[in-house]
């Protein structure tokens, strides 16, 4: 909005409709941390399925051959599994039956279901990628793998047996030139990690040699807005890139006594910021006089019947709307100071943490976590060039990573470069 010369105003939030420097402090503030509880959200979903997993359920989407069930259970919660399909399981089966064979490829196998008119997972035509993911998945011999965990002993029915499944992979191995294609794509700097050439995106690619050594490496896409663009850059090993940003991370890790300075900091610079909230609020105030006059105004006219019910019902409704609409606004503003605390005190506790919290989080966390504190980072020639963070960590630890002399990277105060 601001690269167009435009302004953002709120009604629900009228702390943000200036340029003070506390207001947009809120602003960034409210922006991080509704993206992080959004995070957070999903991790706790996440933990429940996989739990449901551990314990031998399904926690998704039914995989074909599969349907969802759902019943009410004690105390009136929800129960879900998943039960095998009358009429899909039979086809799972026979695509099983006929690999097995060895008489089919892949291609051929998907050619003649199709002849036959079986109906595909996606209801669409039969691919060859569609037949290897059902010849390759494990639920059809009661396994769950699902969020990490590799649980053999699910509850669900099994479709498969055991000696037909591995025969199959043996198979499909066999055909394949004993590819191993099980590796997953997940890069800690993806999505927000860019070319300093080039400005392109960089992004995470794993390569197999013919010998069978995977190499795993980020690298510039030279390609912006979908057209190629020169780029001298050669790819970096991930490995090495993603140990400068660990080092990053802990440079930006606050101690606890700056931490304290930062919470006594926040709470003098919103105190006296408390007058503005009250001329707000006198604001506010003489608008909702203003519209119960207004009301009072209109109902002598009804009564004089100088309005006709139309027109009173009509106007009437309005300014009951207006008068609810501003009445929010005065009790939101009225805890925006105690907001605006709280939630910069979230945002040390995590800086004061954040380099022990991403060593010790699992992969998925660790995604999170860096994009929660970084907007972008800048590669250029295998090292970690500049780093940009998110607010309000920019406020939270600039101080710190300002002094960081072994990045030699220079803290700009303003737009969240390090």
Not at 125 to 150: F, P, R
Not at 224 to 251: D, G, M, N, W
Not at 303 to 326: N, P
């Amino acid at each position: 909005l601001k690269k167009y010369n435009k302004k953002f105003f709120s009604i629900s939030e009228p702390y943000f409709n200036d340029d003070s420097s506390v207001a947009k402090l809120m602003e960034q503030i409210m922006a991080s941390f509704s993206e992080f509880r959004s995070g957070q959200d999903g991790e706790k979903i996440r933990e429940a399925m996989r739990h449901k997993a551990e314990v031998g359920i399904y926690p998704g989407k039914a995989t074909y051959g599969y349907k969802n069930i759902r019943s009410e259970g004690y105390g009136g919660k929800e129960k879900r599994w998943i039960e095998s399909d009358p009429v899909e399981s039979a086809y799972v089966k026979e695509i099983f039956r006929r690999y097995a064979t060895k008489k089919y490829s892949l291609r051929s196998l998907a050619d003649e279901l199709n002849q036959e008119g079986v109906p595909s997972p996606n209801r669409k035509h039969w691919g060859s990628s569609g037949i290897e993911n059902i010849l390759k998945n494990k639920t059809y011999i009661g396994h769950i793998d699902w969020g990490g965990v590799n649980n053999p002993n699910g509850q669900h029915e099994k479709l498969v047996d055991e000696a037909v499944f591995h025969r199959v992979q043996t198979i499909l191995r066999v055909k394949n030139h004993c590819a191993d294609k099980s590796w997953k794509h997940a890069f800690i700097l993806r999505g927000f990690s860019y070319c300093g050439e080039c400005g392109s995106r960089i992004n995470g690619y794993y390569h197999q040699k013919s010998n069978g050594k995977i190499y795993v490496h980020y690298g510039c896409q030279k390609k912006q807005h979908s057209k190629p663009v020169s780029c001298s850059q050669s790819v970096v090993q991930t490995r090495e890139i993603e140990k400068q940003f660990q080092k990053l991370v802990k440079a930006i890790q606050i101690p606890e006594s700056a931490a304290l300075r930062l919470e006594e900091k926040i709470k003098k610079a919103v105190e006296g910021d408390r007058g503005a909230n009250k001329q707000f609020q006198k604001s506010v105030r003489m608008q909702l006089e203003n519209v119960r006059r207004k009301k009072e105004t209109l109902f002598e006219k009804y009564i004089e019947k100088l309005v006709d019910d139309d027109v009173y019902r009509t106007h009437k409704e309005e300014l009951e709307g207006k008068e609810i609409q501003l009445q929010e606004q005065l009790a939101k503003v009225n805890g925006i100071t105690e907001d605006v605390v709280s939630r910069v005190e979230k945002a040390i506790n995590l800086a004061r943490n954040c380099y022990k919290t991403y060593l010790n989080a699992p992969f998925e966390q660790k995604i999170l976590l860096a994009r929660t504190l970084f907007e972008k980072v800048i590669i250029r020639d295998g090292m970690l060039q500049k780093a940009f963070l998110n607010h309000p960590f920019v406020f939270v630890c600039g101080d710190k990573a300002s002094r960081v002399a072994e990045f030699q990277y220079q803290y700009n105060g303003g737009g969240g470069e390090i």
